[in-house]
Nanobody, 115 residues
Framework: QVQLVESGGGLVQPGGSLRLSCVAS????????MGWYRQAPGKLRELVAN???????NYADSVRGRFTISRDNAKNTVYLQMNSLKTEDTAVYYC?????????WGQGTQVTVSS
């Protein structure tokens, strides 16, 4: 059974930092591209960042230079380091695994940026 379990969300002040983690089970983690998406209230889910099986990364323009995605294949874990957080980063953040047409999602973790 495939599971993606996110953690690390919470409430943080503008300018603060958080690190999200997503632990995968039931998949050959090293063979999958991994990504972080987010969905704010009333908005569509959008890509934040992804990392392929070779370690190449891609970022949304809105987070480039502030967020860093990384993966640890030995721990079946993908991370999202979020720095210089802004109120507009408030959303539910979802972990995604993808291989070909097979795409799976975690349950999401809430990130709230507010003073």
């Amino acid at each position: 059974q495939v599971q993606l379990v996110e953690s690390g969300g919470g409430l943080v002040q503008p300018g603060g930092s958080l690190r999200l983690s997503c632990v995968a089970s039931g998949i050959g983690f090293g063979d999958y591209a991994m990504g972080w998406y987010r969905q704010a209230p009333g908005k569509l889910r959008e890509l934040v960042a992804n990392i392929n099986m070779y370690g190449s990364t891609n970022y949304a323009d809105s987070v480039r230079g502030r967020f860093t995605i990384s993966r640890d294949n030995a721990k079946n874990t993908v991370y999202l380091q979020m720095n210089s957080l802004k109120t507009e980063d408030t959303a539910v953040y979802y972990c995604n695994s993808r291989r070909g047409i097979i795409s799976r999602w975690g349950q999401g973790t809430q990130v709230t940026v507010s003073s």
